[in-house]
């Protein structure tokens, strides 16, 4: 049986564990060092983990202005960015099921968003299959804005069907 996924927004007594997380060198194109990822928290960016049986094992950011930040993203829309699991932790399909939960977590911290928006490089694969398994679908779009090179524009609804026709 795979241990449960948590996402929460992190709090002070994450922040020894989170320091600690990386990934592999060659995701780092991508991904970007702790350090760079916690720069960019403020109070319209905010820093969530990935837990395992109390663990943190992965990391991302809620971008609140993201779509006001992006011309490719609804002026309403949240930005995920610098989504990750530590390299220790990988193919474990932890990744997987963090997407998969963040449309639940997400609904619930910001009952406001109807969308969320990402960004993920073109020579990143298994990252887009991810990001695919966890619900989100690929606009058929390209960024061109990255450091790394072209990304891939993924969205993801996040309001139900019933809730829509309302």
Same mark, same amino acid.
């Given at each position: 049986?795979?241990?449960?996924?948590?996402?929460? $927004?992190?709090?002070?007594? =994450?922040?020894?564990?989170?320091?600690?997380?990386? !990934? !592999?060198?060659?995701?780092?194109?991508?991904?970007?060092?702790? &350090? &760079?990822?916690?720069?960019? /928290?403020?109070?319209?960016? *905010?820093?969530?983990?990935?837990?395992?049986?109390? @663990? !943190?094992?992965?990391?991302?950011? /809620?971008?609140?202005? %993201? $779509?006001? @930040? %992006?011309?490719?993203?609804?002026?309403?829309?949240?930005?995920? @960015?610098?989504?990750?699991?530590?390299? *220790? %932790?990988?193919?474990?399909?932890?990744?997987?099921?963090?997407?998969?939960?963040?449309?639940?977590?997400? #609904?619930? +911290?910001?009952? *406001?968003? =109807?969308?969320?928006?990402?960004?993920?490089?073109?020579?990143?694969?298994?990252?887009?299959?991810?990001?695919? #398994? $966890?619900?989100?679908?690929? !606009?058929?779009?390209? %960024?061109?804005?990255?450091?790394? $090179?072209?990304? =891939?524009?993924?969205?993801?609804?996040? &309001?139900?069907?019933?809730? +829509?026709? @309302?």
């Amino acid at each position: 049986m795979q241990s449960q996924i948590k996402l929460e $927004g992190m709090k002070p007594g =994450h922040l020894e564990q989170v320091a600690a997380l990386s !990934v !592999v060198e060659s995701q780092l194109p991508f991904v970007g060092t702790m &350090e &760079e990822i916690l720069v960019n /928290v403020d109070d319209v960016v *905010h820093p969530v983990v990935i837990q395992m049986e109390a @663990r !943190v094992v992965g990391f991302f950011l /809620v971008d609140t202005q %993201y $779509g006001q @930040r %992006y011309d490719f993203a609804p002026g309403d829309a949240l930005g995920l @960015r610098g989504f990750f699991v530590d390299q *220790h %932790y990988q193919g474990q399909g932890i990744g997987t099921r963090a997407v998969a939960a963040l449309k639940t977590f997400l #609904r619930a +911290e910001y009952p *406001h968003a =109807h969308q969320i928006v990402l960004t993920v490089n073109c020579k990143n694969p298994a990252a887009k299959i991810c990001y695919e #398994r $966890g619900g989100f679908i690929d !606009v058929g779009e390209l %960024y061109h804005g990255g450091a790394a $090179g072209p990304q =891939h524009v993924m969205s993801m609804m996040l &309001e139900t069907q019933e809730e +829509e026709a @309302r």
